[in-house]
């Protein structure tokens, strides 16, 4: 039993710290008083990828410390409670990603208005799990892959980046943005100056709004 309680700890975890809000989408919008960064641009397919993998790096330098490991969420669309998506996996392997055996794995139903198939009750998966400072990198590389067809490795499952200690989740959707929130004003009115060039022009009033006067 105090195996399983340990398992659960991330979950309960990231519950208590973002209020049961963390996995909400569209986030930037539901969680509020966040920031939204624009990655990617204009150019090549590669170039867009490149640009977006630096600019991510940059802003999540700032929140992670390199000393400490970070906590790692992975969701993917399911048929039942378990993660065992072989072509996930086998991309995520691909991509160097090693979830440890320490992992909390949950199953949540798919709200009604998010169902692909009313007729097929679907599960978001997740596993949650601390992985290294420098494994980084690669779980950008699977998150911001996910919209490029010729880049591989690329698992099809959307990437959550946890430092529960600062209280920050950064989201990085695709390519083309990445969602910064959390109950650490102080942290994100930081990010909010030091990244300000890769605001989202789009929602850059409602950050502004936020932020502007600190």
Not at 10 to 34: D, M, Q
Not at 79 to 106: K, M
Request: hydrophobic share 40%; proline share 6%.
């Amino acid at each position: 039993m105090s195996n399983v309680r340990g398992l659960m700890r991330l979950r309960s975890e990231i519950e208590r710290v973002f209020e049961g809000n963390a996995f909400k989408r569209p986030l930037f919008y539901t969680y509020g008083g966040g920031l939204r960064f624009e990655l990617s641009e204009g150019g090549s397919p590669i170039d867009q990828f490149l640009l977006a993998i630096q600019k991510a790096r940059d802003i999540c330098e700032d929140i992670f410390d390199p000393q400490k490991p970070l906590v790692a969420c992975l969701r993917v669309l399911g048929q039942d409670s378990r993660f065992t998506h072989r072509p996930v996996l086998r991309e995520l392997s691909a991509a160097g990603i090693r979830i440890s055996r320490n992992r909390c794995v949950w199953a949540e139903p798919i709200p009604p208005e998010d169902q692909v198939n009313e007729d097929v009750e679907g599960h978001w998966v997740t596993v949650a799990f601390e992985a290294p400072s420098e494994m980084l990198q690669r779980l950008l590389w699977c998150a911001l892959a996910s919209d490029f067809g010729s880049i591989r490795p690329r698992p099809l499952c959307s990437v959550y980046l946890f430092e529960l200690s600062k209280g920050a989740l950064v989201f990085p959707y695709d390519d083309r943005g990445m969602d910064v929130v959390g109950p650490n004003h102080a942290l994100l009115a930081k990010l909010y100056r030091q990244h300000s060039r890769y605001l989202l022009e789009f929602d850059r009033a409602s950050m502004e709004e936020t932020f502007g006067a600190l």
